[in-house]
Each structure stands twice: as structure tokens, then as C-alpha cells.
């Protein structure tokens, strides 16, 4: 049973930084693409950031140059590292695993950026 447990959130100010952690299991992570969504109250799930199993990365255009996702195949993680949060940051964020039209994710963990 494939299952992904996210980690990191929580209350940061304006401008501060957090660190996003996603540990997969139950299945080879060598070969997910994996991906960060947030969904903010009222409003559509949204791609955040994502990085194939070769390692390219994509980012939507309103993190980029504050956001950075990686992986690590061995330890079977992917985080993302956010920088220069801004009030509009706030959202539950999720991991997303995928391979071919299999999709898993995890549970969501809260991020709230004070102004």
C-alpha cells in the first residue's frame, strides 16, 4: 500500500521560510513523478511544484525564485523548501505521487503566513 506522510508546516511571518518534507513508502520512488499542490479555502488545488524521476523541475510562475522542490530516490523524500513566504503562500499543501495514471496523496499539512 503505497502511502505518503507530509511533514514541515506551520505559522511562519511574512518574508520567513519553511521546509515541506514527503516520505513515500510502499512503492519504488525511483520512478514517481512527484509533486507539491496547495488548495486554499474557497479556491481550486493547485500544482505548486513538481520534479521528474530524471530530476527536471517545474514550478508555477508564483513561487519562482522563492520555492525549490527536490527529491532524494535513496531516502524515498521529496521537499520543498520555501522562501520569502508571502500572506498569499497560505494554503494546505500536498504531496502528490504519480505513475502513469496512478495517482497517491498525502494527508496535507497546513501553512499560515502572517502579514
Known amino acids: 500500500q503505497v502511502q505518503l506522510v507530509e511533514s514541515g508546516g506551520g505559522l511562519v511571518q511574512a518574508g520567513g521560510s519553511l521546509r515541506l518534507s514527503c516520505a513515500a513508502s510502499?512503492?519504488?520512488?525511483?520512478?514517481?513523478?512527484m509533486g507539491w499542490y496547495r488548495q486554499a479555502p474557497g479556491k481550486q488545488r493547485e500544482l505548486v511544484a513538481a520534479v521528474a524521476p530524471g530530476g527536471t523541475t517545474t514550478y508555477t510562475d508564483s513561487v519562482k525564485g522563492r520555492f525549490t522542490i527536490s527529491r532524494d530516490n535513496a531516502k524515498g523524500t521529496v521537499d520543498l523548501q520555501m522562501n520569502s513566504l508571502k500572506p498569499e503562500d497560505t494554503s494546505v499543501y500536498y504531496c502528490?505521487?504519480?505513475?502513469?495514471?496512478?495517482?497517491?496523496w498525502g494527508q496535507g499539512t497546513q501553512v499560515s503566513v502572517s502579514s
Open positions: 502528490k505521487a504519480q505513475f502513469l495514471s496512478h495517482e497517491y
Open positions: 510502499g512503492i519504488i520512488f525511483g520512478i514517481l513523478h
